[in-house]
């Protein structure tokens, strides 16, 4: 049996002479088409395998599994929430979750250059970096609060903890639930010192007069960029050495949180608030809206931070496995969360007579009032309280480091000859950002938080999670994509991966969307309904975050054609579209596929068996005469 390297002409010759094969004609081995100024000539890769996981699960692990998640268990059925929830995990975020890692792990390059997958589609990689833009804003924003608890927590008595201050009114009570006719609309110092000190809202606050800035909350924001850029100065090179610290230290703290939450009056009854199952809720679409919502939300698909953590991967890393680990961690993280918060909450509710549902609160009212209200109960206040702040911070650097690394490096693929230096495109990005940010440290900045956080992160994140999943799947092809994942891991996807991808995922987001439509509520903060300028402000931010895949579209097709004028000949019926070649537009380019050419597909090996009478026999050379295509499992 004799192996032979495959040729596509007829007549091509094997020859075995003095014990070495040579080729007649010699083959041309396959190789990639690369360019000068391919983004992936000098990429960075992770320096080890940690540092990518730890990335990974400082991304997905943020804010929301401690704010958020716990409110939306506690209100839509407790621990039946659980089911819905791993239900969606299973059919929609861990599907969203493997596919952008293989993806970006595939093509090495960033949110936007990663489209020469599908030309026609580009807007997609556009929009991705619009909404990490918006939300990397208002992000730093939060951090920057929890910094100023932070450093507020510094303090023998908690500033938040009595009514005795100048920024305390006459409604102030240290029990915010006491009788009303007595005391008028009581308010918790917590409260007060949220609204009034931090963010200085009066009466004349409102989302058209948001007043001036609050300089100490802005010298936390410039802290907060500056510690950011500090962290991923280098790229991946600086900040995957810091995720060891952000990935690792929350769970720290979260564990002393929980041992302490434990030893209170009250905290069994609050943990019970939190998993007492209530199953007729099941039958309510709201409940697996949301499961799917806060699913999608913490993994983070469509931000384009998980398409450019797999670029920095090694080709052959298994990702499969990194997204079922990451995908665990971070459920795993949300259900203890909420274990820690309402351990709390229920020595709060005991301590001031009420019942636990009365002092849960999610978003900010849980992480700046409810919850420091509770540590403000505790024997060494201050020190819980610096504990939990600090926590917060450094899961906020977590989930804020991958967000501005998709942006700067997006860029950097992209538009290599104008953004040269990764660290000033780093620098320029972050100091744009803080400017920008400076109207959310405002008197009323929390309304322009809350517009960003509505407009942009809800319809334009599930249209272009959705559009993602449809291109690879359906456009690119789930059978190309998944030979793609086999070259990488030597494994295809099986059926339960490829129904996710083409069928199961796209239709949960479907449903998102609709459900959404469905009970759409206005943009509101705290009873304060936005006029309709402001929601037509927040509609026109929605629309132009998801506009440049339409114009992308349009422009792509012009490009092909040749004019803006000829396109309007092809609408008004003049030409057929038959008569554009729109097939260029959908396939991959000539620049797709792996960085390196040693990762190049070749073609497929195959067997041939050779019979001693295909051979001519001359002196010491034996000639194979190949009429047909041979094959050899090593390539040349």
């Known amino acids: 049996m004799i192996w032979c390297f495959s040729q596509e002409n007829d007549g091509a010759q094997v020859q075995f002479k003095n014990g070495e094969i040579t080729f007649s004609p010699e083959p041309t081995p396959p190789g990639p088409l690369t360019t000068s100024t391919d983004p992936r000539e000098e990429r960075a890769t992770w320096s080890g395998k940690a540092e990518f996981l730890l990335t990974a699960v400082g991304f997905a692990v943020g804010l929301g599994n401690v704010w958020r998640f716990p409110h939306l268990c506690y209100s839509n059925g407790g621990g039946a929430f659980l089911i819905p929830y791993t239900l969606m995990l299973a059919f929609a975020g861990l599907p969203l979750f493997f596919l952008e890692l293989a993806f970006g792990q595939y093509a090495s390059l960033g949110t936007i250059t990663i489209w020469r997958v599908c030309p026609l589609f580009k807007g997609v990689g556009y929009t991705m970096l619009s909404i990490s833009l918006l939300v990397a804003l208002y992000y730093n924003v939060i951090i920057a609060y929890c910094l100023f608890y ?3 927590s510094f303090t023998n008595h908690l500033p938040w903890s009595g009514c005795s201050h100048d920024w305390n009114s006459i409604y102030c009570t240290e029990n915010r639930f006491a009788n009303e006719t007595v005391f008028g609309h009581p308010r918790a110092p917590a409260v007060e010192y949220w609204e009034n000190y931090v963010l200085g809202m009066d009466d004349m606050t409102d989302v058209g007069h948001l007043g001036e800035v609050r300089w ?6 410039m ?9 991923i100065i280098k790229g991946i090179k600086t900040s995957g050495k810091v995720v060891y610290f952000t990935a690792t230290f929350p769970y720290f703290i979260l564990l002393i949180l929980f041992i302490r939450g434990l030893t209170l009056s009250g905290s069994a009854k609050g943990i019970e608030y939190y998993l007492k199952p ?10 697996w809206k949301d499961a799917a919502v806060q699913i999608l939300y913490s993994l983070g698909p469509g931000f384009g931070a998980n398409l450019t953590m797999g ?16 995908s665990v961690i971070n459920c795993g993280t949300s259900v203890f969360a909420g274990f820690v918060i309402f351990a709390v909450l229920g020595h709060m509710a005991e301590r001031s007579g009420v019942e636990v549902d009365q002092v849960v609160s999610k978003g900010p009212g849980l992480a700046f009032i409810a919850y420091p209200e509770g540590l403000a109960l505790m024997p060494g206040a201050a020190i819980w309280s610096i504990l939990f702040f600090f926590m917060l911070f450094v899961l906020g650097l977590g989930s804020q480091f991958p967000g501005i690394q998709c942006i700067s490096t997006g860029l950097t693929d992209e538009f290599p000859n104008i953004f040269k230096h990764r660290s ?32 942009c992160t809800s319809f334009p994140l599930l249209i272009t999670t959705m559009t993602e999943a449809l291109i690879i799947s359906w456009i690119y092809g789930y059978k190309r994509f998944s030979s793609d994942i086999e070259l990488m891991l030597g494994f295809r996807p099986n059926i339960y ?25 206005p943009v509101a903060y705290h009873g304060y309904l936005f006029p309709e300028w402001a929601q037509a402000v927040g509609w026109l931010l929605s629309a132009g975050t998801i506009s440049f895949i339409p114009l992308w579209m349009v422009i792509k097709v012009c490009n092909c054609i040749g004019s803006w004028k000829a396109l309007s000949w092809v609408l008004s019926g003049i030409h057929s579209f038959k008569s554009l070649n729109l097939r260029s ?12 050419q040693i990762n190049r597909l070749p073609p497929p090996p195959m067997h041939t068996t050779v019979h001693a009478e295909d051979c001519v026999h001359t002196d010491d050379t034996h000639i194979l005469s190949a009429p047909h295509s041979v094959h050899t499992d090593s390539y040349i």
């Open 223 to 231: 802290l907060a960029w500056l510690i950011v850029f500090l962290c």
């Open 424 to 455: 000033l495109v780093t620098f320029g990005v972050c100091f744009v950002l803080f400017i920008c940010g400076l109207p959310c440290v405002t008197r009323g900045g929390m309304y322009v938080i809350e517009l960003i956080d509505k407009s």
């Open 216 to 221: 100490r909350v802005a010298l936390c924001l």
């Open 150 to 152: 932070f450093f507020a």
């Open 278 to 287: 209530d199953m007729k809720k099941m039958s309510h679409a709201k409940v």
């Open 497 to 521: 991966w490829v129904l996710c991808w083409t069928c199961f995922t796209p239709l949960i987001i479907l449903f998102i969307l609709i459900a959404s439509c469905i009970d759409y509520e």
């Open 585 to 596: 537009l959908i396939e991959p380019s000539e620049k797709w596929g792996p960085a390196l």
């Open 311 to 326: 670029s920095f991967n090694k080709f052959k890393n298994n990702c499969y496995k990194d997204a079922i680990i990451v």
